[in-house]
């Protein structure tokens, strides 16, 4: 079993619809980061949680430390959201796992 | 533009080859974090590295290598070169030492024929 564990693997959707990526995770952590890897493959830091909500423009992540999980959504979904959606740990030994991703298309 | 930069862009190499991977990282910033992206393993930490001391080693060979100097730039040494060592090498730099929002540069293509 992976350590970090990601659904759906690829996940299609039109222009305007609400999205949500899922991530789980079996180690404990100090901190969760979501990561958005472009078709080019340049990676972009979305957020980093160790508790709680955040949120930036239309992406809201959470995080529920008891059931090891976190949620990245997007809301309004535009074509140019669409890319590979990373969840990363980092575990107490300073190591960071990563997930396999999600591939997100947004059709317009 | 995250501010990161590594050079090259590209590197073609042959088996049993040496090479090194560059990282500046955004002025400032004190840790430089390496990852590895194959296709068949996906992203992969190697080595962390906190104004000029290593913090944290993931799955990092043997013959891999790494150092950050004065300046805080960081190398990643890449030696004996196997086809499998084929992958996209990132650089990340944080501000501080431990859980803050990460900058990734460009990444460094490195094909191993």
């Known amino acids: 079993k992976n350590e970090v564990e990601q659904s759906p693997q690829n996940l299609t959707a039109q222009e305007g619809e609400f999205i949500t990526i899922n991530c789980s995770y079996s180690v404990g952590i100090s901190a969760l980061h979501w990561l958005q890897q472009h078709p080019g493959g340049g990676i972009v830091s979305l957020f980093m949680?160790?508790?709680g909500k955040k949120k930036h423009g239309r992406l809201i992540a959470t995080i529920n430390i008891q059931e090891k999980h976190s949620s990245l959504h997007i809301t309004a979904s535009h074509p140019r959201d669409s890319a590979v959606y990373i969840c990363?740990?980092?575990?107490?030994?300073?190591?960071?796992?990563f997930g396999p991703g999600t591939r997100l298309s947004v059709l317009p | 533009d995250s501010g990161v930069t590594q050079t090259p862009k590209h590197l073609i190499t042959a088996t049993g080859q040496r090479v090194t991977l560059r990282c500046s990282p955004r002025?400032?910033?004190?840790?430089v974090y390496w990852y590895q992206q194959s296709l068949d393993q996906g992203l992969q930490f190697l080595i962390h590295y906190y104004n000029g001391e290593e913090r944290a080693k993931g799955n990092i060979l043997e013959r891999f290598s790494a150092q950050q100097f004065p300046d805080l730039h960081s190398e990643l040494n890449l030696s004996s070169l196997e086809l499998g060592d084929s992958a996209l090498y990132f650089c990340a730099s944080v501000r501080g030492a431990t859980n803050n929002e990460q900058f990734f540069g460009p990444g460094t293509r490195l094909t191993v024929l």
């Open positions: 949680l160790s508790s």
């Open positions: 002025s400032g910033d004190l840790s």
């Open positions: 990363a740990v980092r575990d107490y030994g300073q190591n960071f796992v």
